[in-house]
């Protein structure tokens, strides 16, 4: 990303990647460290997973931690970043006024946008019992995507709308009766989510939809389709939903094991980041020369 759109506001940064022509990648990240991670690594936004952050807290992706849990969490990832974060906002955590509430405090702690989907609250994970999945009745979903934008203060503030009417069986003609209905009540991008192993059903709704709004997908369980169809049918963005919490569970879960079995860290010291890198990504060097400036001096000094 250029140092021009890098000095924009996050909101500009994130409707831009979401407008462009090219495809855009967000990834995910659950913490202020994995945020970290994640500009380190070059992406140009976040996806604020509401799965990853629910599974670093111990908790199921039901709403189980409350909505200012998760607004705490979201404030900590966009302050340990300068490119922006879209919060997956699951369901709006009640009805329009909670959606109201949401992108006040959004916009308040730096959140570039937040993405709500139709299903019910409490909701739960898009892959748990799939077309058991419950869908939000029309109108009243098209009504939180209408207050969300409505109190909006920063108009380069974003609301993507999810449909789960794939994920919850309901077939491509009422995902796209949807997606037009939202598109209708404002919002500024589509996501629409699948669950199957190939990304057929969403190059159909590509298809169909055309370029009315930006589209965003998911493609963890079609993850074998090669980017390039993405680009190629169109779509706005890619998001990378949940690798750098599953990476992190997997590395932890072997370093627990190793060291609880052993006793000793002979084994893991070369498998683990060296403590030289935990400091630098906290930028220790700042905090000292900050010290020097502005700590009074000691041994008589002013
Ligand atoms: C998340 O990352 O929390 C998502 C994507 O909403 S999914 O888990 O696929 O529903
Ligand atoms: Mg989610």
């Known amino acids: 990303m250029s140092v021009t759109s890098r000095a924009l506001p996050k909101t500009s940064q994130l409707r831009r990647l979401l407008q462009r022509p090219e495809l855009s990648f967000l990834?995910?990240?659950?913490n202020g460290l994995s945020a970290k991670l994640v500009?380190?690594?070059?992406?140009?936004g976040i996806w604020a997973s509401g799965l990853s952050i629910s599974a670093s807290l111990g908790l199921r992706d039901s709403n189980e931690a409350s909505w200012t849990q998760v607004l705490e969490i979201a404030e900590f990832i966009s302050d340990a970043t300068t490119i922006p974060v879209l919060l997956d906002g699951d369901t709006g955590y009640g009805n329009f006024n909670s959606v109201r509430r949401l992108v006040r405090k959004l916009e308040q702690r730096g959140v570039a946008g937040v993405c709500i989907e139709?299903?019910?609250f409490p909701k739960m994970n898009s892959f748990v019992r799939g077309s058991g999945q419950q869908l939000a009745e029309i109108g009243e979903f098209a009504g939180k995507i209408e207050a969300a934008k409505a109190v909006q203060r920063d108009s380069d503030f974003v609301v993507v709308a999810r449909t789960e009417a794939l994920i919850a069986g309901?077939?491509?003609?009422?995902?796209?009766r949807r997606a037009e209905a939202y598109r209708q009540a404002g919002a500024d991008a589509i996501l629409i989510h699948s669950?199957?192993?190939d990304a057929s059903e969403v190059l159909a709704f590509k298809a169909e939809w055309g370029e009315r709004l930006p589209v965003v997908i998911v493609p963890t369980k079609y993850y074998r389709t090669p980017t390039?169809?993405?680009a190629e049918h169109g779509f706005s963005t890619v998001i990378w939903?949940?690798?750098l919490m599953r990476s992190a569970l997997q590395a932890m879960r072997i370093t627990a094991t190793r060291i609880f079995t052993e006793q000793h860290l002979r084994n893991v010291e070369d498998s683990v980041a060296p403590m030289a890198e935990v400091f630098e990504l906290q930028d220790e060097d700042e905090l000292a020369e900050a010290e020097r400036r502005w700590l009074p001096r000691r041994n008589g000094g002013h």
Request: charge should be negative.
């Open 170 to 176: 309901h077939g491509l003609a009422e995902a796209l």
């Open 241 to 243: 939903a949940n690798h």
């Open 228 to 230: 390039q169809v993405f």
């Open 195 to 197: 669950a199957q192993a």
């Open 39 to 44: 500009e380190e690594a070059g992406f140009e």
């Open 118 to 120: 139709d299903k019910l």
């Open 27 to 30: 990834m995910e990240a659950h």
